[in-house]
C-alpha cells in the first residue's frame, strides 16, 4: 500500500472536504463573465432597434468586457482562499491529524492528492466557465464584430494560470502553519507583502533622501513593486488609434506572464510539498508547523507593521514630518515585533 501512487481514499476524502468548492467558483465566474456579458449584449440590441447602435464605435465590447473585469480579481482571491482553508481545516485537528498519520500513504502522497484535488476544482470551474463562453460566442458570432475567438481562450488560460499560481502560494503557507484559520488570514496576506515592502521602502528612501520622483532609484523601486503586485499579472494594456483614442484592451507579453505565473506554481507546489512532509502531528494546532520560519513570520510582520505605521501616519512636509515617519517606523517595527513574538509563543504553548 505504500507504493500506491495516488490512493483513491484520499482523493474521496479531499473532495468531500472542498467540493462546494467547484460550485461557487464556476458560479462566481458565470455571474462574473457569462451573465454579464449577456446582459451587454441585451442592451446593445436595444440600441441596435432604437437606431443609437454604431458597430465602428462598440466594435471590442466583448474583449473589453472580459479584459477589463478588476472586480473578479477580488472575487477569486477570496475563492482560491477559501478553497484551500477547506482543504485544511480537518487535516490540523489533532484527531484527524494523527488518524491520517496512521493511514498507510505517505505525506508526499497525501500532499498530492490534497493540492490535485484543489487544482481539479479549479480546473472544472474554468473549463465550464470557457465552454460556455465558447457558446456565447458562436451563437451571438454576428454581434461580436471586431473581437476574435481567441480572446475567450487567452482569458480563460491566464486566468486558469493566475488560479493555480495564487492557489498553489496559499498552498504553500497553510503548509507551513499549523492553524487553519491562521493560515487562511496571513496566505492572502503575505502574498500582498512583497509589493507593500517595496512601495513602503520607496517611501522611507524618497523621503529621506530627497529623492526626486523620476530617479532611478525611484523607478527601480516603482518596477520591481508592480511586477511583485498580483493584479498587474493580469492587468491589460491598451491599444489606442493616432488621435490617442483607446481602442481595446490587449494582454501584452503574455508569454511574460505565463512565465512567471508558471514558476510561481512550480515554486511554491515543490517548496510547499517540502515543507509538508516534515509536518509534525504534535504541530497541529500550533501557528507553524517548523519552527524554523518562527523569526521570518515575527520579523516580516515587525516590518510591515513599522512600514505600514510610518506611511499611514507620519508622511508630512518639512523635515518634522520625516522625523516622525522615522519614529512610527521605528516604533512600529519595535511594537511589531513584540506582539507577533506574543502570537508566536501563545501559539506555542
Known sequence: MKGLLLPRALFYKEWKSARWGLAGLTLMLLLSQLLRAQRELNWRKEWAQGGHFVPAHHGYWFQDLLYNNSGLYLFVFVAIAALVFLLFQQDRRGATASWLNSMPFTKGQAYDVKWLTGAGIIIGAFLINGILLTAFYFINHDWMLEAPYRVVLIWTGLYLLFSLALYSFFFLVHSAMGHSLAAAVVGPISSLV????????????????????????????????????????????????????????????????????????????????????????EKSGELLMVPALEPVLIYGFALCSGLLL????????????????????????????????????????
Open 310 to 349: 510610518s506611511q499611514l501616519f507620519g508622511l508630512g512636509h518639512g523635515r518634522d514630518g520625516v522625523a516622525m515617519m522615522n519614529t512610527l517606523l521605528g516604533g512600529g517595527f519595535i511594537g511589531g515585533w513584540l506582539a507577533a513574538k506574543k502570537v508566536v509563543l501563545y501559539y506555542r504553548q
Open 194 to 281: 512583497p509589493a507593500f515592502v517595496m512601495l513602503g521602502l520607496r517611501g522611507v528612501i524618497y523621503y529621506n533622501t530627497d529623492l526626486a520622483a523620476g530617479d532611478a532609484i525611484y523607478a527601480w523601486f516603482s518596477r520591481v513593486s508592480d511586477a511583485l503586485a498580483w493584479p498587474y499579472l493580469i492587468a491589460p494594456g491598451y491599444v489606442s488609434d493616432a488621435q490617442g483614442r483607446v481602442l481595446y484592451p490587449v494582454f501584452d507579453n503574455l508569454g511574460g506572464r505565463f512565465l512567471v505565473l508558471g514558476a510561481i506554481t512550480v515554486a511554491s507546489v515543490l517548496l510547499g510539498r517540502l515543507l509538508y512532509r516534515h509536518n509534525a502531528v
